[in-house]
């Protein structure tokens, strides 16, 4: 068991019960995915790019990522019917647990001028965050690393609001922003 699931297990899951004072257990919220997403746009172009960010994705969250492609063509965009448009990676279970201990703990510092996230969910209990760079990553070998790649971080939860998201990232460590 990774150290995060075993720290949710014992800790979080009753500070959770406590403060949003649930009747039954399984309704405490709980991290389901968390979805790594890259928008390629320079793919059309580019093919040694697309391959470049699945590498990269690959080193990060430890598993193959899989291409995206477009669903419609559109004019303004110069893009194409099942054009490559980006590359994912869905982690759940020990991965998804042992990349978010990494990117509260590693990652996070190393982010430049970094003061915290916001903290604005979807409405739905699930939170959305964007980085601008993949370099902030220590697996990634910067000699290696061509272009800077900006990412999508979607943590994924059965929180019923805004809230209880909020609250259970926190707990496990994503560091926000002073409300």
Do not use: H, W
Not at 87 to 98: E, F, Q
């Amino acid at each position: 068991m990774s150290r995060l699931k075993k720290k949710y297990e014992e800790q979080i899951k009753p500070e959770l019960q406590k403060k949003f004072e649930y009747s039954n257990t399984m309704k405490l919220p709980s991290v389901k995915k968390v979805v790594i997403s890259m928008g390629l746009a320079e793919a059309a172009k580019d093919k040694n790019a697309l391959q470049d960010a699945i590498n990269e994705l690959t080193i990060i969250s430890g598993q193959k990522p899989l291409v995206t492609y477009a669903q419609k063509s559109v004019a303004g965009f110069k893009l194409r019917e099942g054009q490559t448009v980006g590359a994912k990676v869905t982690l759940r279970g020990k991965r998804m647990y042992d990349f978010i201990d990494r990117f509260c703990n590693i990652v996070s510092p190393r982010i430049r001028d970094f003061r915290g996230f916001k903290r604005k969910c979807d409405g739905r209990g699930s939170y959305s965050l964007g980085l601008e760079e993949q370099q902030i990553f220590p697996e990634l070998n910067l000699d290696k690393v061509k272009r800077t790649q900006g990412m999508n971080i979607t943590f994924v939860t059965s929180a019923q609001s805004d809230d209880e998201c909020v609250e259970l990232l926190k707990q496990l460590g994503v560091p926000f922003a002073q409300a």
